[in-house]
T-cell receptor, first 107, second 115 residues
Framework: DAKTTQPPSMDCAEGRAANLPCNHS???????VYWYRQIHSQGPQYIIH???NNETNEMASLIITEDRKSSTLILPHATLRDTAVYYC????????FGQGTRLTINP | DTAVSQTPKYLVTQMGNDKSIKCEQN?????MYWYKQDSKKFLKIMFS???????INETVPNRFSPKSPDKAHLNLHINSLELGDSAVYFC??????????????FGNGTRLTVT
């Protein structure tokens, strides 16, 4: 019952910005958009979250459209260590993971 | 200074055995979770506890029994282990199960292999 849609895979060149899209057209007014990533079989790592304003932290930027139906995670200068599965999640009482986007950073 | 720690990291056991996985968090959170990631890499929530009280139980078999002795600990006991229980189990914690503004922080997982 994931409420988001993401491309299954993406590639990005090392040093370039990686832009990961996510659609969440059924998001409700009080639900936050979260991004996590999972590197190999490690625990999911929290990246960033937002409600309606754009957010930035030391890892990434999150751009949420004005109608909140979609968002983009931006990794400004991708490195090889950013290769992972990235999950876009609409947070309710449960954090429900979808299939995510497998991002591969190429040298 | 690990925030969410799980033990053991690896667990290999035979069918029919009973085993436990322990989880501890030092973040001062009051809500803890168990997730299961199967061989197809789907991450699914199993349980959630808030202040030692069970609030989410995702139709998990009765063989799985979570126990929360205090807010900082959530253990998972599994009876009569089956082959299908082989998976990676992740513990997580957050501030308040109904605080949508609170990120979950995950441990590094326990890889359970049932032979």
């Amino acid at each position: 019952d994931a409420k988001t849609t993401q491309p299954p895979s993406m590639d990005c060149a090392e040093g370039r910005a990686a832009n990961l899209p996510c659609n969440h057209s059924t998001i409700s007014g009080n639900e936050y958009v979260y991004w996590y990533r999972q590197i190999h079989s490690q625990g999911p790592q929290y990246i960033i979250h937002g409600l309606k304003n754009n957010e930035t932290n030391e890892m990434a930027s999150l751009i949420i459209t004005e109608d909140r139906k979609s968002s983009t995670l931006i990794l400004p200068h991708a490195t090889l260590r950013d290769t992972a599965v990235y999950y876009c999640i609409v947070r309710t009482q449960k954090l429900v993971f979808g299939q995510g986007t497998r991002l591969t950073i190429n040298p | 200074d690990t925030a969410v720690s799980q033990t053991p990291k690896y667990l290999v056991t035979q069918m029919g055995n009973d085993k436990s996985i322990k989880c501890e968090q030092n973040l001062g959170h009051d809500t803890m979770y168990w997730y299961k990631q199967d061989s197809k890499k789907f991450l699914k929530i199993m349980f959630s506890y808030n202040n030692k009280e069970l609030i989410i139980n995702e139709t998990v078999p009765n063989r799985f029994s979570p126990k929360s002795p205090d807010k900082a600990h959530l253990n998972l006991h599994i009876n009569s282990l089956e082959l299908g229980d082989s998976a990676v189990y992740f513990c997580a914690s957050s501030h308040g199960w109904d605080r949508y503004n609170s990120p979950l922080h995950f441990g590094n997982g326990t890889r359970l292999t049932v032979t």
